[in-house]
């Protein structure tokens, strides 16, 4: 696993979100500046309200930049329409929410497939290589057909991980992904999120946790729309369990 | 204390949204008002049971309705009287049938009457007024005495008649008015709005031989018996039935002519079902759609106050997690449907007491013509109708406030406020609502189906091509007096007689052709667009082996040089003539169908044809003597109706009532005046009336089927506008709540036409279902109308392509907004989407 010496994955430049209400602006963002490697493991930390969720969703394109730059692979991804946005999305980005976000008429299997049905470069057959990888992974290849409703919290998140990775993303960003389990779970989706990072995947992970954060090898702390911090972690306090 | 702050709160919530409090309650006004209206229509002129001033039903008792015709046919009072005193089912029965009588003439001392007036005569067995119940306001109804033989001749007024023709004279009875030509005295005037049977403007008795027969005889009449408080109509029915058996070989053999063509002979009916048995399937359908929109309604209600509901789960949550009772969570819920239900319901008695009110002036416009209006179609709110109002509003309520309720109490309460959403809907809620959009679909196709047919077959068939120039053209019945021109039948003057009648119109046309605004003038016995029914005809040397695989045709009696008049024309042969006139002659014209199809050759003159029926042949052969423009006799839309025509000379035969038709120049006001002075100089005593222009007397015998479209196309417009709003509250709620699932999928990848494409595909699903269904079940109401409708090629086609397409695209468009709405937030903000 490399970090530093990586070619560049994410790049912000001056990235602003201003969200505008009743004609009151309010400032999410402001003068964001951030270079992330690829097989980097990060997290954004702050208080809430902060705007780390925000700058999680831009990350994910998720929403539109107010102003600045967002290079994603050296590609300027600031003014894409949203079919392009769309399609880089699917391909370059797997995302972990914190209520799962499961579709609960869908089976695992089904859930895991969902973004893979959207690129046309890969046929039905390596689909369900993928899905069968991406759940054998997370140790969900037992539970293919069942529904979400049927899965506890941490069963969810885990096939949630599951259709994060199996489209081979660039970048996975996680928000909160352990804010809705319990110590257990949340434990065994930061050792799969470790695990994933040993693996060379990219991660960036919002969190309010301390001991979450420690799991990430560099930390991005947000205050008030700005990054006030962004160190390195150092190994010891990585290695606190939860 | 509590009631008070509940309601407080309600009237806030309503007020919160003051668009969709309107449009609850103008839903539940739609379609509470139209079920109102539908059901006073059906209640009035069908359902209800004619009981008059008794306490049981009448039950009309007459032979089987002939559809090859399209009319009533009457019994022998002789089978009626042995029915009675058989079943012993029956308080009464009275014998009457119906006619007209031409009152006054130029000797009338009453002026009003010095131009003789043509009256609804109805003659009847001496108990009339009893078995009603109703007593003359002046003078006496009839006694038994009035119908022995050489009785005076009496009659009794309606209230109208004497009001309109005599001034209301109090000392009406006694005095004599010449009806058809001999002197009768008034016994009695009937009360403001009597008609009974039917339309009746006076009564007449019956003759002596109707009353008390001791055996089956040629006289025709039609039953009216009231039931015994103990017997049903079931009863009635099967005692008919077993009747029919009985007496069956004993018609066979004399009096095989009273039978229907499939062997049947008397039918009990319930009064008000009987005057319109060619009709009732239509009055059925309508009973059917205006359910079905009530159904519609109700869906809509429930699916707005559902989605609603939805809006508020959050809320309901914090309620139910504070505390509140179950009990006082459901009743809160409730009084929003109360509000909306009643004052819905307040607005629906508006606009159900408007629409009575106005259909009795398209009633009255329609029957102005004819004045055959039946006494009891005189549409008004009546108390049954309130309590449906009452019940309706109840059942409402209670649909559309206790759905809501259990739906927010089946929720996961922690779940809710936990985290509000879980992604998609839930199986059940999903499954519920492509339920109901496929209902709403198959409803509104049913309902816009029936609706684009009906009307579409009744405006072709006023606007066909029935073979007759109608412009410039004024109809009109003239009858002669029965008296002053009789026929004395079987005797040496039999044939003189029929010539003087028949000379009589012809005066009348000499008379009206010399005057310089007139072009010519045509006297026939019903005009092309009129008539309908059809006779077989078996033409020599091509007999077919059953009789009723002979050729058919309708048959008319046509004076000289009627064509030109209304514009049609001899193709081939010759007119009639002086020839015709003779005593036995027996020719006939045809139409050009008729020649064409069986006298392909071109050779149909000099050939002849004999009438067949079930009793046998004719011995009488007519001689073709030519071929005539083809013309449709009665409407379109009838199923009775004819394109085979064939004519006879009137010559011969003298017939007492005739349509006149008038080609003029000027204007319609003038003709008609000078139609009357014709009629004053040739003879004041003959009888004019009916009169109107070409096209109003085609329209005339539609006019209640185009009356039941015109709801019906009222009913399909609300139906649509019912299922528009539902749908689409339907789609933009259900997508509404899918919001998150959308911002799942986006936030995954997919693009904006794959999320809209995942609705189109659904919808499209929930149409081809919806529409499957509802084609299916609109033709087969439909198709039970076909018994006495001619349902046009151009209806089907315009209503199985139009509704369809018009449907499928209300249902893609209620889908494509909500979804295009969803898909414009940022993903970011439908994943957070509360």
Not at chain 1, 170 to 185: F, M, Q, R, V, Y
């Amino acid at each position: 696993m490399k970090t530093h010496s990586n070619p560049v994955l994410v790049e912000l430049k001056q990235l602003k979100k201003v969200f505008v209400a009743d004609d009151i602006e309010t400032h999410a963002l402001n003068d964001i500046n951030l270079l992330i490697n690829q097989g980097e493991y990060i997290a954004i930390t702050g208080p809430s309200g902060c705007g780390k969720s925000t700058l999680l969703s831009l990350l994910g394109l998720l929403d539109n930049l107010s102003q600045g730059h967002y290079l994603l692979a050296n590609h300027d991804v600031s003014n894409l329409d949203r079919d392009e946005r769309a399609h880089i999305r699917n391909e370059k980005i797997g995302f972990i929410f914190q209520a799962f976000n499961l579709i609960s008429d869908l089976t695992v299997a089904e859930n895991v497939e969902l973004p893979l049905t959207y690129r046309k470069d890969i046929s039905k057959e390596q689909r369900k290589t993928m899905v069968a990888d991406a759940l054998a992974k997370v140790d969900m290849a037992h539970r293919v057909n069942h529904f979400p409703s049927q899965l506890s919290g941490g069963q969810q998140q885990r096939v949630a991980v599951a259709r994060a990775i199996a489209g081979n993303p660039s970048i996975i960003l996680a928000d909160e992904p352990t804010g809705n389990l319990d110590s257990k779970n949340a434990q065994a989706v930061m050792n799969l999120l470790d695990q994933l990072h040993q693996e060379g995947a990219t991660i960036c992970m919002v969190t309010h946790d301390p001991r979450g954060a420690s799991r990430a090898k560099r930390t991005i702390e947000i205050f008030d729309g700005k990054i006030v911090a962004d160190h390195e972690n150092n190994q010891q306090s990585a290695a606190i369990t939860v | 204390m509590s009631l008070a702050i509940e309601l407080k709160y309600t009237a806030r919530m309503l007020l919160k949204k003051p668009m969709f409090t309107a449009l609850t309650i103008l839903i539940v006004s739609i379609g509470l008002g139209l079920t109102l209206y539908a059901y006073s229509i059906l209640n009035n002129l069908v359902f209800k049971p004619m009981t008059m001033n008794g306490d049981t039903p009448l039950v009309a008792i007459e032979a089987k309705y002939n559809y090859n015709h399209q009319y009533r046919m009457q019994a022998d009072p002789f089978h009626l009287l042995q029915l009675d005193q058989q079943l012993g089912l029956f308080t009464d029965v009275a014998y009457y049938y119906e006619g007209t009588t031409i009152a006054g003439g130029a000797k009338s001392t009453n002026s009003k009457l010095q131009q003789a007036k043509k009256y609804n005569a109805t003659y009847t067995s001496w108990n009339i007024f009893e078995i009603a119940g109703v007593q003359p306001i002046l003078g006496r109804g009839f006694a038994p005495e009035d119908f022995y033989d050489g009785a005076e001749s009496v009659f009794v007024l309606s209230y109208e008649i004497w009001q309109r023709d005599f001034n209301s004279d109090a000392k009406i009875v006694g005095q004599t008015v010449s009806l058809d030509a001999m002197p009768s005295r008034v016994i009695g005037v009937m009360p403001e709005g009597f008609s009974f049977p039917q339309y009746a403007q006076i009564w007449q008795p019956l003759g002596p031989d109707y009353l008390n027969p001791i055996e089956a005889t040629r006289n025709s009449a039609f039953g009216i018996a009231r039931l015994k408080p103990d017997a049903t109509f079931a009863q009635v029915e099967a005692g008919v039935a077993s009747f029919n058996t009985q007496i069956e070989p004993e018609l066979m053999k004399d009096f095989r002519w009273r039978l229907s063509d499939n062997g049947e002979y008397l039918i009990a009916k319930p009064y008000k079902h009987a005057s319109i048995v060619q009709y009732y399937t239509i009055f059925v359908a309508l009973f059917v759609v205006v359910f079905l929109i009530l159904a519609l309604a109700c869906i809509n209600v429930s699916n707005l106050l559902l989605a609603r509901v939805n809006e508020r789960l959050k809320e309901v949550a914090i309620r139910v997690a504070l505390g509140i009772p179950r009990k006082r969570l459901i009743l809160q819920m409730l009084w929003e449907s109360v509000f909306i239900c009643c004052t819905g319901g307040l607005f629906a008695l508006l606009f159900a007491a408007y629409g009575l009110e106005v259909s009795n002036e398209i009633l009255n416009a329609n029957f102005t013509v004819e004045n055959k209006k039946p006494f009891w179609w005189d549409l008004s709110l009546e108390p049954s109708a309130i309590v449906l109002l009452i019940v309706s509003v109840v059942l409402m309520i209670a649909i559309t406030g206790l759905l809501p309720a259990i739906r927010s109490l089946s929720n996961d309460f922690n779940a809710v406020i936990r985290d509000g959403t879980r992604g998609a809907l839930s199986k059940k809620a999903a499954k519920a609502g492509r339920v109901l959009v496929i209902s709403e679909i198959l409803l509104s196709c049913v309902v816009l189906v029936i609706a684009t047919i009906l009307l579409v077959t009744g405006y072709s068939a006023g606007t066909a091509d029935y073979g007759v120039d109608t412009d410039k053209r004024l109809t009109a019945q003239v009858q002669l007096s029965p008296e002053k021109y009789p026929v004395r039948y079987d005797t040496e003057f039999e044939y003189q007689d029929r010539i003087n009648r028949s000379d009589m119109y012809y005066k009348l046309k000499e008379t009206l052709e010399a005057m310089p605004s007139i072009e010519a003038v045509s006297f026939m016995s019903q005009l092309p667009g009129r008539g309908e029914g059809t006779s077989y005809f078996e033409i020599e040397g091509r007999a077919a082996q059953v009789w009723n695989e002979n050729p058919y045709s309708n048959n008319e009696l046509v004076a000289h040089d009627s064509w030109r008049a209304i514009g049609m024309e001899i193709i081939q042969g010759r007119a009639f003539d002086y020839r015709d006139r003779e005593d036995g002659a027996l020719s006939i014209m045809i139409n050009q169908t008729i020649a064409k199809q069986f006298f392909p050759e071109n050779d149909a003159i000099g050939q002849r044809v004999r009438r067949v029926n079930a009793r046998g042949a004719s011995d009488d052969w007519y001689t073709i003597v030519g071929v005539v423009s083809d013309t449709f006799h009665g409407s379109t839309m009838r199923s009775s109706s004819a394109s085979y025509n064939s004519y006879h000379s009137m010559d011969n035969i003298g017939p007492w009532r005739l349509y006149v038709a008038l080609h003029y120049q000027g204007n319609e006001a003038a003709i008609k005046q000078a139609l009357m002075d014709a009629v004053n100089t040739v003879d004041p005593d003959l009888g004019i009336y009916h009169i109107q222009n070409y096209d109003d007397l085609i329209n005339q015998p539609m006019l209640l089927v185009l009356s039941v479209s015109k709801i019906f196309l009222l009913c399909g417009v609300i139906a649509a506008f019912l299922a528009a709003s539902g749908i689409y509250a339907m789609a933009a709620n259900s997508i509404t709540q899918r919001t998150q699932e959308i911002g799942i999928r986006r936030a995954l990848g997919s693009p904006d036409n794959d999320i809209i494409r995942l609705f189109m595909n659904q919808a499209i699903k929930q149409l081809a279902i919806g529409l499957a269904i509802g084609v299916c079940l609109s033709l087969l109401l439909v198709s039970t109308m076909t018994n006495t409708l001619v349902i046009s090629n151009t209806s089907y086609v315009l209503s199985l392509i139009c509704v369809p397409l018009l449907i499928t695209a209300m249902v893609l468009l209620a889908t494509f907004i909500p979804a295009k709405k969803v898909i414009k937030m940022e993903p970011s903000d439908a994943l957070h989407h509360d």
